[in-house]
């Protein structure tokens, strides 16, 4: 029993029938359906303002760019122009680089003691899982658009049909699946997530370093992919009344339309939890990514001086001053000085 | 700092494409699609199931049919009040519902759902242009 994920698992579980009962018992659609995503999205915008605005404010007393190969410096020695940027052109590339294929994870290692010795093994699977959730939880988001848009455009309308491209149906007495089309996105969203939580809890030094914090995102998360799907699959909401209401929201024309299931109401508050969870969590680093400076300056300190804003002007006393000031004594006391 | 323009361009982009369905939909008023039914179907009052049921998932009853059809080769249906019903989408639900573009397109365009049915059944001879 680990304090941390079991404080953020019931949490979930707490959001989970507060929304439920809440809708179900209570009948408090409004809520849940219209208030609290408002809320959240409020509290989402304004909170990502706030803490990237908060971090433009603070100074960035040294150039510590992360280094990956050679710097540039003699003309016959190659320099790696990416892994260690020199302009802000290349260093542009390799944030965008980073930001898309996650290149530092993928270079992430795993210490072991192998025949007595320490050794660096290559670990690839972190990258796997993250780069899988993190596309797969785009193209979810994107394909939820289809919902808040009328019009749906075209570009949501293909990756969707390339999201259901493999079709596949389970029909038998007990199970039925397949129908609507299966979104692949949300399966593998759902599988790496769980991936990532899993290996939090069974490897022992990342459940050592790992807080409510790293748990709370991953179970919250794991709960929205798992309320979509199963209103998807297994028991259906009424999708048109689905989009009454989240159309209502985004035409700032709330309503509450009748016929909408209690997991729909569930869905919707894990997904607004979720928004205005992010802008106090580690998610934020979907905005701090382009504002470490370990990533977005340009590996050029041997060209170019750095500037401390902290530099505040110091007193000095200059040599000139302090001839000025003994010039007669050092005189009588026969020690050079430079004006007579 | 001289990176604030950046910053601040970020954040314009950040908060355009979250609030990206308010100004697509600015102006439009999108109540859902009101849904026509054919005398017969107003006649009928009741559908093979429940309303509420039909709304959330005639597409798995559907998906039963054919395969009850198809792979058992069962044609008769039993609701749950006990009531019979040919197992055929030409031939039961386009009886009644015989207006497609009123009936079944409206709710699936707004909804972006495409489904295959029509891959085989659009040549039915049942349905009302």
């Not at chain 1, 170019?304 to 000095?316: D, G, Q």
């Not at chain 2, 055929?88 to 489904?115: G, Q």
């Amino acid at each position: 029993m680990n304090v941390n994920y079991m404080y953020s698992l019931l949490a979930v579980v707490v959001l989970f029938l507060l929304s439920y009962l809440g809708v179900k018992a209570v009948g408090l659609e409004i809520l849940f359906g219209i208030l609290f995503p408002y809320l959240a999205l409020i509290t989402f915008i304004g909170g990502v303002i706030y803490r990237v605005m908060d971090w433009a404010k603070s100074y960035v007393p040294f150039c510590i760019p992360t280094t990956c190969g050679q710097q540039q410096s003699l003309p016959w020695i190659t320099p790696n122009k990416i892994d260690n940027p020199f302009t802000p052109g290349a260093t542009v590339v390799r944030m965008f680089l980073e930001v898309v294929f996650f290149r530092s994870l993928f270079r992430n290692t795993r210490n072991a003691i192998r025949e007595g010795k320490l050794t660096h093994e290559w670990e690839i699977w972190l990258w796997l899982a993250a780069l899988a959730f993190h596309y797969s939880f785009l193209t979810v988001i994107i394909r939820h658009i289809r919902l808040f848009t009328e019009p749906v455009p075209f570009v949501v309308q293909l990756i969707e049909t390339v999201d259901s491209f493999f079709r596949f149906e389970v029909l038998t007495d007990v199970v039925q699946f397949g129908l609507p089309a299966v979104f692949m996105s949300g399966l593998v969203l759902l599988a790496a997530v769980t991936f990532l939580f899993v290996r939090r809890i069974l490897a022992p030094h990342v459940r050592y370093i790992s807080l409510a914090a790293d748990y709370f995102p991953l179970i919250l998360i794991f709960g929205i992919a798992f309320s979509g799907i199963f209103m998807r699959y297994v028991s259906k909401v009424n999708i048109k009344a689905a989009k009454e209401l989240t159309m209502g929201l985004v035409t700032l024309h709330p309503t509450i339309p009748e016929g909408i299931a209690p997991i729909f109401y569930v869905h919707l508050f894990f997904v607004s939890v979720l928004l205005a969870y992010f802008p106090f969590s580690k998610l934020m680093h979907m905005a701090g990514i382009f504002l470490s400076p370990t990533r977005n300056l340009p590996a050029n300190t041997r060209a170019k001086r750095h500037i401390n804003p902290w530099n505040y002007p110091v007193e000095v006393h200059t040599y000139e001053e302090y001839e000025d000031e003994f010039r007669e004594k050092m005189i009588e006391a026969g020690l050079p000085v430079e004006k007579e | 700092m001289n990176d604030r323009k950046y910053i601040l361009t970020g954040l314009v982009i950040f908060f355009a494409i979250v609030t990206f369905p308010f100004w697509y939909n600015l102006g439009k008023a999108a109540p859902g699609p009101d849904i026509k039914l054919t005398e017969k179907a107003k006649a009928a009052k009741t559908c093979v199931m429940p309303t509420s049921y039909m709304r959330a998932e005639h597409m798995q009853l559907l998906d039963l049919w054919r395969h009850n059809v198809v792979r058992n080769a069962e044609r008769v249906f039993v609701n749950t009040e006990g009531k019979e019903f040919n197992m055929s989408l030409s031939n039961t639900c386009l009886d009644c519902h015989s207006n497609k573009a009123d009936f079944c397109d409206k709710c699936h365009n707004y909804s972006s759902v495409r489904p295959y049915c029509w891959d085989c059944h659009i040549e039915n001879p049942k349905e009302a242009k």
